[in-house]
């Protein structure tokens, strides 16, 4: 409990910093005793997993503080075995079932399955229902949502479900429609300036306002990337200065440098080194939507108005097969690869112009 | 020159004239009666000749001459079959004073006559038909001849006289009845066992030599059992009936030939009847099996290689027959043995004979003969196997390989000869298919091969190979096969010459009455690669439909094209490369149509098809795509406006997508779909110049690299502290979490001693533990490859967040880390506890916290070995002040203040004397007896 | 006979006692007796479970009712009031005048029958 982003995380739902409101209404939810399944999306870093813990924290008490990290062992019906790891308190079991890849669905079945048929030992003194919280439900197989859409009704008396992703678009209507969906929005550069500077006060430190706009301008809207952002300043240099560089992560320089690289060169040679590159994005556990997103962000910059259309036409149709297939490399290349023929295009023509 | 080849392969060619006789010349068995191995061959042979006689004698049979199309043959055989009988009587006479060979051979023959009650029965079946057959005048000259010999012989037994004649006639019959089609005019029918037989049917010319013969050897006065003047003419007569063969052959062919010119004629004439015969018996027969090579002569493979596969098992004799066997060969070999090297123990041993062991085997135990299907293989181990006297035990890929069936075959095979079988010639094993064959099963036959060279002299033991093992594979070198390629004389078959097959096609063609021209042949051959079996086959299947072969025919026909495997190198480089314009020998049937299948195979279509066949040959869509994407980058091609790149990669991107899809729904019915991307690139990017191809494995790196760094983040992730684990996944440990984290973990920290650190350098120093703890990270101490020790971050997540060629981030100092390392490993011991007590965990209570850890029980102590050890390494380095030599008493001795700290703590906490000592279980309470004045 | 028993003052002003039932012996360190020793502490928590800590241990027992209680006695003379309860032999003699004083009346006990507990010092009592 010692990086800032831990250790300043508010604990009730009272202490939340930003959409006050919508923590009122939640606790308006949880007060009556009850609530139904619940869907929290939103962007990463805003506190999606910070309000369901406050969330469960108003509901059961101080109890599912107390956590502890089990190892969960399924069996396939193809006789291979799996491990994943669950963070559980007495109250609620939290796993990430994308953690197993294709073998998602089984985990589902069989987890909640055990969760949910195991009642309560003192109904009296606790709630009369546990709580499974899935995390990354927009990476579940259909398979999985699938088998997830029966087990919701099934054991409504004894678990309800919280499921937390980044996006609903990747989750089955029929879940969806089975949830309460609970958006989070993302800070705004403001809210998560205050809250920066409150931190640092709270550490005894004195932010200058300029930084602290300039980290949540860097964050990209991502309070605890704000918020590691603004201790990694700290251990650089203390007292903070205004003006004072925020080092940005390695994987984003890199992929801005990659992008200058497609710039400035549209040639096979160049596009083997692009490849070589995207590799070590790769490899470096960057995802490969992740890698695409940055790339365009970048490459737009570089366009004029209309070019932009189409490159980001492009990226989108090379985003979406990228989804549906295998190898991110090929879909990758092949994206760098159309915005060098659509840049040279652009290029040639404008030379031609000329003359 | 010459001479020296002659030297050279002076036994070879021995070897070779010996084959050019028919095998089983008389003057052979003959010798066999003096092997040691084979001694009860003869009897077998003979026995087995028997069998095959049966047949012969059938057409006096009422039942079974009905089934002779051409009865008018019929008195020929028998008359000639008589004939032999008589001089075989002749020759009998003359070796009866020969007893020893008489005496050899006849108890050899009731061996198995009595451990085979159906070959006994064969034999009574024969014996009242000899009598009749030989009884009864069938042509006055013979008849004449019979007699003449039977008054001159003295026939004491009659019935060993019949057995005898049995024995002798097996020389002359065995030529006569074959199972295999004979060249020439031949008679089909059923043997004895059910087994189809031909026979030959002969010239009044070749009988004529043939009695003359009888009176030459009447003649001859000889000392020997064999004298060398009669093996010599029966060389001559053997050779003589090979030429009369070869003539009556080509007579065969030209009125074939004739036949098939007016073959629109209305009449055929008796030998049309013949002919058509021959066809009908033969019908069911596949022309493969039909023209098989039965000669050394007749193989089609390249003579060197033949040559020294035969030279190889030449090598076995030796071991397998006796030493006196082949004299004249080994004489021969003594003279060039020298000259190989291979062979030189194996001569050198065999001048001394008798006194060495028997284990003069050649070096190399087994042969592995490796080539593409169709080039005679397995043909040629058989030929020459049986032409070197073995007996072919075969075990291929249709037969159980597992090691235990494995192991028994092949002990079967090379340890035991064949005692109840007919055939009682040693062993030879081929192996086919061995490249299929399981890793154990190999691994036992290379066991097999290697004791054999450990326990040389213990013959009594078993397990030794004795005899020649031949495998064959398609691919030596898959796996399986690398150690028994090193022990294995490995012969490589080169593709046949296509001239060569062509002829011998066209042979095949004219004796089919199948009207072709060399040039389809050629082009036939084209396009089966040089494979004898498809060219047959197809050539068969042709013959079906229709009499003329013609090059269109061969062009636009589908079958006959092989699938045969490709190396994933060729198949890029017929990707990358255009091909050379060529004369196009087969074209699409569609392209025929649109009249442009004169067009070489540079054509579109052409190539089309050439790429596509060769990403079918190779099997492995998934490496051949891979291929392609590592390397048509570095392919030279004009395309500036980048639109063939896009277009190629949106190929790829279907392909992955394609694959994607039949991997998740199993569905493979797309599966068709992606070769095509093969043809794709081609279009785009295949030059006049050949790239240089690597083979990809990038892809299979990443992949290996991407695995490990996950790893890393899970290994980091699994014991985190559950607060800190739950807001957290990999994706975002990865993007958000870890880069900050690594500037954050890595303070400015002065380089002196703690001890002198303000309160807010300790408790800055004391938060970072903290976090390091909280992540689960810690230094631990390494050796770099140049020998010095550095603390590396573990898990080593710093990798997964440093990017190649970016900035170096600022390191801690080495002293730094191992002050961060120790505290971090007495921490999380002492995690909880300080924790719990809040605020005082500062440097400066490091003392007080030494103390704390003292009272963790002892269970607990045990996890932190680090701690003692780093540590006073650490006090050394820093120390000048008196007051760490304090603190490193408590580190150092554990034990010792376990010890004294109940001392500590009984002044400190609960001062008393007191103690409770609890007795577990039972009550030491004893009820008393009180007698009532004790109260008074 | 008569033994008389004697309750001072009124009924209800009796005091009332408790016996300490443990489960083995207190002993000492460094042979000294046990007379006049400070013995440890004997707590209620809230929720009335007795608490006794001797030395390093602490104990957790439980308050038992008696099935018929106990009174504690004390034996007096009439005519030497000061001879102690223990003097016997002296006693014998002039039974007649033996009597009873009851000093306290004994309806608990506390049982402290589970195995004592090692107390870590510093660290917070678990409660």
Avoid at chain 1, 102 to 121: F, G, P
Avoid at chain 2, 483 to 505: D, G, H, W, Y
Avoid at chain 3, 81 to 105: E, M, S, W
Wanted: net charge neutral.
């Amino acid at each position: 409990m010692s990086l800032w982003v831990d250790k300043h995380r508010p604990n009730s739902l009272n202490k939340l910093d930003f959409h006050k409101e919508q923590a009122a209404h939640l606790k308006k939810l949880v007060n009556s005793g009850d609530f139904p399944h619940l869907i929290v999306y939103g962007p990463s870093g805003v506190g999606k997993k910070t309000r369901i813990m406050c969330l469960l924290r108003e509901l059961y008490g101080s109890g599912v503080e107390k956590l502890r990290i089990e190892q969960h062992n399924f069996t396939t019906p193809s006789k291979k075995k799996m491990d994943i790891s669950t963070i559980s308190s007495n109250y609620h079991i939290e796993v990430n079932p994308s953690d197993v890849g294709n073998n998602d669905r089984v985990v589902i079945q069989e987890l909640i399955k055990t969760v949910a048929q195991t009642n309560q030992l003192e109904t009296s003194s606790q709630k009369s229902f546990k709580v499974v919280i899935l995390t990354e439900v927009d990476r579940l197989s259909v398979d999985a949502q699938h088998a997830l859409r029966r087990t919701m009704e099934k054991y409504m008396a004894t678990c309800r479900l919280i499921l937390c992703c980044n996006s609903t678009s990747k989750v089955i209507p029929a879940i969806r429609s089975r949830c309460l969906g609970v958006r989070v929005a993302a800070p705004s550069i403001e809210q998560i300036g205050q809250i920066l500077q409150s931190v640092c006060k709270k550490e005894g430190l004195s932010l200058p306002l300029e930084l602290a706009t300039k980290i949540a301008k860097k964050s990209n809207r991502n309070l605890r990337r704000a918020l590691l952002m603004c201790e990694a300043c700290r251990v650089q240099q203390y007292p903070f200065r205004p003006d004072q560089e925020v080092t940005e992560p390695d994987w984003e320089l890199y992929l801005k440098e990659t992008a200058n690289l497609i710039v400035e060169q549209q040639s096979p040679k160049r596009l083997l080194e692009v490849r070589a590159r995207l590799y070590e994005l790769i490899t470096h556990c960057i995802p490969a939507d992740v890698i695409m997103r940055g790339l365009l962000q970048e490459l737009v910059k570089n366009c004029d108005g209309e070019l932009k259309l189409e490159v980001v036409q492009s990226a989108a149709y090379y985003e979406h097969r990228l989804q549906t297939g295998q190898k991110a490399i090929y879909h990758l290349e092949a994206f760098v690869a159309k915005f060098m023929a659509i840049y040279k295009r652009f290029f040639e023509e404008g030379i031609a112009d000329l003359f | 020159m010459e001479e020296e080849f002659d030297f050279d392969y002076a036994d070879e060619l021995d070897a070779m004239e010996d084959f050019e006789a028919p095998s089983y010349s008389p003057q052979k068995s003959k010798r066999t009666l003096c092997f040691e191995t084979p001694k009860s061959k003869t009897g077998k042979e003979d026995l087995n000749d028997s069998i095959n006689l049966t047949p012969l004698e059938s057409p006096a049979d009422p039942v079974n001459g009905s089934l002779f199309h051409s009865p008018s043959k019929t008195p020929k055989t028998r008359l000639s079959r008589s004939e032999k009988r008589g001089r075989s009587q002749d020759e009998f006479t003359l070796l009866s004073d020969d007893e020893d060979i008489y005496e050899m051979s006849l108890p050899s023959l009731d061996v198995p006559a009595r451990k085979r009650p159906r070959l006994s029965d064969a034999k009574e079946i024969k014996g009242p038909d000899d009598g009749d057959d030989i009884a009864p005048p069938v042509s006055p000259s013979a008849e004449d001849k019979i007699l003449a010999i039977r008054t001159k012989k003295n026939v004491v037994n009659g019935n060993e006289s019949t057995q005898r004649n049995i024995t002798q006639d097996y020389d002359f019959e065995r030529k006569r009845v074959f199972r295999r089609i004979p060249s020439g005019d031949f008679v089909g029918t059923t043997g004895y066992e059910g087994q189809k037989v031909y026979m030959k049917i002969k010239d009044e010319i070749e009988q004529d030599i043939e009695f003359s013969n009888v009176g030459k050897s009447v003649k001859k006065t000889q000392l020997l059992a064999v004298s060398l003047d009669e093996l010599k003419d029966q060389l001559e007569i053997e050779r003589q009936q090979k030429l009369m063969e070869e003539a009556e052959r080509l007579t065969q062919e030209i009125h074939s030939n004739l036949r098939e010119d007016n073959l629109d004629g209305s009449e055929a004439d008796d030998e049309d009847e013949i002919t058509d015969n021959v066809q009908s018996d033969s019908k069911g027969l596949l022309w493969v099996e039909k023209y098989a090579p039965v000669q050394y002569t007749d193989l089609l493979s390249e003579e060197l290689i033949n040559r020294t596969l035969l030279h190889w098992l030449k090598l076995w004799d030796h071991v397998v027959f006796n030493k006196e066997v082949s004299t004249k060969l080994k004489d021969k070999n003594k003279k060039k043995g020298n000259d190989k090297d291979f062979k030189k123990k194996k001569f050198g041993a065999d001048l001394l004979e008798e006194e060495l062991d028997k284990f003069n085997r050649p070096v190399q135990k087994v042969a592995l003969l490796n080539g593409p299907p169709g080039l005679g293989k397995t043909t040629l181990a058989h030929i020459l196997a049986r032409h070197a006297g073995y007996n072919m035990v075969e075990i291929n890929a249709s037969d159980d390989r597992s090691v235990d069936v494995f192991k028994t075959k092949i002990e079967a095979a090379t340890q035991m000869k064949s005692v109840l079988e007919a055939d009682p010639r040693p062993n030879c094993l081929v192996i086919d298919e061995i490249d299929g064959a399981p890793q154990p099963a190999i691994n036992m036959l290379l066991n097999l091969i290697k004791k054999t060279d450990e326990g040389s002299g213990k013959k009594k033991e078993g397990g030794i190979l004795l005899r020649p093992i031949i495998c064959i594979c398609n691919d030596q070198y898959v796996p399986s096969l690398r150690l028994l390629r090193q022990n294995a004389m490995v012969i490589t078959f080169p593709q046949t010459e296509p001239a060569k097959l062509a002829s011998r096609l066209y042979e095949v063609t004219r004796k089919e009455s199948l009207k072709a021209d060399m040039n389809s042949l050629l082009a036939l051959c084209e396009k089966t690669d040089n494979d004898i079996r498809s060219c047959l086959n197809t050539l068969q299947f042709i013959h079906r439909h229709c009499k003329e072969l013609s090059i269109r025919l061969i062009q636009t026909m589908n079958v006959g094209q092989k699938d045969s495997q490709r190396s994933l190198f060729s198949v890029w480089n017929d990707i990358f490369t255009l091909p050379r314009p060529k004369r196009n020998r087969f074209l699409n049937i569609n392209d025929l149509k649109n009249e442009e299948w004169k067009v070489n195979n540079t054509s579109d279509a052409a190539r089309f098809q050439n790429v596509l066949q060769a990403t079918y040959s190779s099997g492995e869509y998934e490496k051949v795509i891979q291929g392609l994407f590592e390397n048509y980058l570095e392919c030279k091609y004009k395309d500036p406006k980048m639109e063939g790149l896009n277009f190629a990669l949106d190929w790829l991107c279907f392909v992955d997508r394609t694959n994607q899809y039949i991997a998740h729904k199993q569905d493979y019915c797309l599966l068709p779909y992606i070769p095509y991307v093969t043809v794709t690139f081609h279009m785009l990017f295949a030059s006049n110049q050949a790239p240089r191809i690597q083979y990809p494995h990038s892809q299979y790196e990443a992949s290996v690299k991407l695995t490990k760094s996950q790893n890393l983040v899970t290994a980091m992730m699994t014991d985190m502290i559950p607060s800190v684990r739950k807001y957290l996944d990999q994706g975002k440990t990865v993007l958000e979490v870890l880069p900050p984290l690594m500037d954050i973990i890595m303070p400015t920290l002065r380089p002196i001693n703690t001890q002198l650190y303000s309160t807010r350098e300790k408790e800055e120093l004391a938060q970072l533990i903290r976090i390091m703890i909280a992540y689960n990270m810690t230094y631990l101490q390494e050796k770099s490859p140049d020998g010095q020790y550095i603390y590396s971050l573990d898990p080593k997540v710093d990798e997964v967040v440093k990017f190649l060629g970016m900035k170096q981030q600022r390191q801690l100092t080495y002293a730094a880390k191992q002050l961060i390392a120790r505290e971090t490993s007495e921490r999380s011991v002492g995690e909880e506890v300080s924790r719990n007590r809040g605020g005082s965990t500062s440097l400066s209570s490091s003392n007080q916290s030494k103390t704390d850890e003292a009272f963790i029980p002892n269970h607990k102590r045990r996890l932190d070995p680090k701690a003692v050890s780093v540590a006073p390494e650490e006090v050394i380095v820093r120390d000048f002040f008196g007051r760490i030599i304090k603190r490193k008493t408590p580190e150092a001795k554990p034990k010792q203040t376990a010890g004294g700290e109940e001392v500590k703590k009984k002044k400190n906490v609960l001062n008393t004397d007191v103690w409770f000592h609890f007795k577990g279980g039972f009550s030491n309470a004893v009820r008393r007896n009180v007698r009532v004045q004790d109260f008074l | 006979m008569q033994i008389p028993i004697k309750i001072p003052g009124g009924p209800g002003q009796c005091p009332e006692w408790a016996i300490i039932d443990l489960q083995g012996g207190l002993e000492t360190r460094n042979n000294v007796s046990l007379n006049g020793r400070f013995m440890g502490d004997l707590h209620f928590t809230h929720k009335n479970v007795p608490v006794l800590i001797i030395g390093h241990h602490i104990l957790y027992g439980k308050v038992c009712d008696l099935e018929k209680p106990f009174a504690v006695l004390t034996k007096k003379h009439s005519d030497t009031d000061n001879d102690t309860v223990l003097d016997q032999d002296n006693t014998d003699k002039q039974h007649t005048d033996t009597h009873y004083l009851v000093k306290a009346i004994i309806r608990r006990r506390l049982l402290f029958k589970t195995r004592p507990k090692p107390i870590i010092a510093n660290v917070p009592k678990k409660l």
